[in-house]
Structures are given as C-alpha cells and as structure tokens.
C-alpha cells in the first residue's frame, strides 16, 4: 500500500466531495446529467457542473509530489502519475512514516526500522 496523492489547490489538498449517483426515476425514461471525467463525478445540476468544471481548468492546482505549480486538475493528476515510478516516491506509508518520525526527532540511530529487529 502505497501514500495516496492527489493535486493541491492553494497548498492543502482538497478531497474529491462525495457526489451521490441520481436515483432512478421510473416516470422519466431519460434525465439529464453530466459527467466529469477526471474525477467520475456525475451532477444533476448543470450550473455546479460548470462550476466545478472551470475550477479544474483553472491554472491553480499543484503537483503534491513534485511540488510544481500552476497546472490545470488533469495536469497535475498527469504529473503525479508520471512521478509513480520514481524511487523517491515508492515508500509503504508504513516505512514512511517511521523514517519520518526518525529524522523529526533525530533518532535515526536509535530506532531500528524493521520491526522484527
């Protein structure tokens, strides 16, 4: 299992909110939604679509991993992506988050990092 990243927007990141699928309307055979691709969310409402649309192409968004700035939401996904195979990046959250505890309170010497040692 590895750390999950995602784009930031204004140096935090910002989770992908939880838009829940329309229920199924049997009276109506079609119903209008729209969909974004780069986030699998569906809206019903076309204005928080637009919305939520020009908030990804904007300009704003950065790259979690590189640390690079003013990506568009699908340029900084493809950044990161592109970052998957470098070694720097492949750390377990478990390991990480030892090795960063070490180097936090200088104890790089004293901590073992494989549990069994």
Known sequence: QY???????????IPLPSVPVP?????RK?????????TNEIFTDYETYIERLM????????????GRA??????????ENAQDSRAEYRFSFSLAKRVFQCVQFGMAL????????
Do not use: G
């Not at 004293?110 to 040692?117: E, K, M, T």
């Open 3 to 13: 750390v999950s990243v995602m784009p930031i927007l204004q140096h935090s990141q």
């Open 23 to 27: 229920p199924y309307d049997t009276k």
């Open 30 to 38: 079609h119903k209008d939604v729209w969909y974004l691709r780069s």
């Open 55 to 66: 908030q990804y192409r904007l300009p704003q968004w950065q790259c979690e991993r590189t």
């Open 70 to 79: 003013d990506f568009t939401y699908d340029q900084a996904l493809e950044s």
């Open 110 to 117: 004293f901590l073992p990092l494989h549990p069994n040692s």
